[in-house]
């Protein structure tokens, strides 16, 4: 049947349509946002998050927006903000925006909810780490390293993430030092820097030659209190390395940017799954920082030694 072609005419026209509808079906721009409880300027974690999200707009051309300094009160609000302004992605950067994200989640099916160090959330993703892996690690080298036998961990709150991560430190500073003691200190405050600085010396008063600060900006507290008394200091969420060089003695880093970056990738290939996923040393998004000039090489080599023991399965925790 040969077609006139007034009807060529039309059916060239329909078939543009449905490839233009098409092409903007699967070129929507991905709206992705991030709620912080601290500043994003605090050399740890929320930074490194932060720095993640700016990545992740340039490598996937997504559009982003952020709130930071969000207290816990205020979380479910700021998340549902975002959700009903049609955010694809928000990212709750902290354990405690677990409850917030859930109710979020259950009130806005269409936004995929993500909690970053958080608890399994239902109806969320979640993005973990080993978190007993790393604080081993930081254990066994604080526990080969001390003079004293002690060592100190400050952190704000016992979220689980940091439950973890003391169990680990506390079994791998007795490995290291069998017999020794680990404080533990809370402030109830992830950002005060004058609180972390008043337990840091606490626990220096006492003895304590390493202190592990579980924190974000009040970190810079622990630092200076380091920085006073001449000791040592590892972290999780930070490499102490860049900015603090005397003080850190290694740090085990959980890199929040990459994993970030990784969710997102993940979303925009329909990839990311409401569950919870769980990162370990020796990967992109988990990896340590430089050692101290002072490590002796004997004890880097074990501190290897005990991540591929853990990797590999040998070593159990």
């Known amino acids: 049947m040969r077609l ?11 078939v543009f349509v449905i490839v233009t509808m098409e092409i903007n079906a699967t070129s929507k721009t991905l709206k992705v946002a991030a709620v912080f409880p601290g500043i994003v300027t605090d050399q740890a974690g929320m930074q490194i998050t932060y ?22 009160a205020d979380q479910l609000e700021a998340m549902s903000d975002y959700a009903r302004r049609g955010y694809d992605l928000i990212f709750g950067v902290g354990g405690e925006f ?16 993500i909690v970053i160090n958080g608890a399994p959330t239902e109806g969320c993703a979640t993005l973990n780490y080993n978190n007993k892996q790393f604080g081993y690690v930081l254990g066994f080298t604080a526990g080969k390293w001390t003079k004293t036998g002690k060592a100190g961990i400050v952190s704000a709150m016992a979220l689980p993430v940091v439950l973890d991560a003391i169990d680990g430190f506390k079994k791998g500073f007795e490995r290291g030092h069998p017999g020794g003691e680990v404080y533990i200190a809370y402030t109830n405050d992830f950002d005060d820097v004058a609180k972390a600085k008043e337990a840091a010396l606490n626990q220096i008063a006492r003895g304590t030659d390493v202190i ?14 380091a920085k006073e008394k001449d000791i040592k200091c590892e972290a999780v969420w930070a490499n102490l390395s860049k900015h603090w060089p005397k003080q850190n003695l290694l740090c085990t880093i959980c890199d929040f940017g990459e994993y970030l970056n990784w969710a997102v990738e993940k979303a925009t290939k329909g990839e990311l799954k409401r569950k919870d996923y769980i ?39």
């Open 4 to 14: 006139s072609k007034r009807m060529l005419a039309v059916l060239a026209i329909i």
């Open 51 to 72: 720095e993640g999200l700016l990545k992740a707009e340039k490598a996937f051309n997504i559009e982003t927006a952020y709130s930071e300094k969000v207290p816990q």
């Open 98 to 113: 677990t409850d917030a994200a859930k109710r979020v989640a259950r009130r806005y099916p269409d936004s995929f909810l």
């Open 212 to 225: 592990l600060p579980f924190l974000d900006n009040g970190m810079v507290g622990v630092l200076k209190a």
């Open 279 to 317: 990162n370990g040393l020796g990967t992109k998004m988990g990896y340590l920082s430089e050692f101290n000039d002072e490590v002796p090489e004997d004890l880097k080599d074990e501190v290897l030694k005990v991540i591929e023991d853990l990797n590999s399965g040998r070593l159990k925790i």
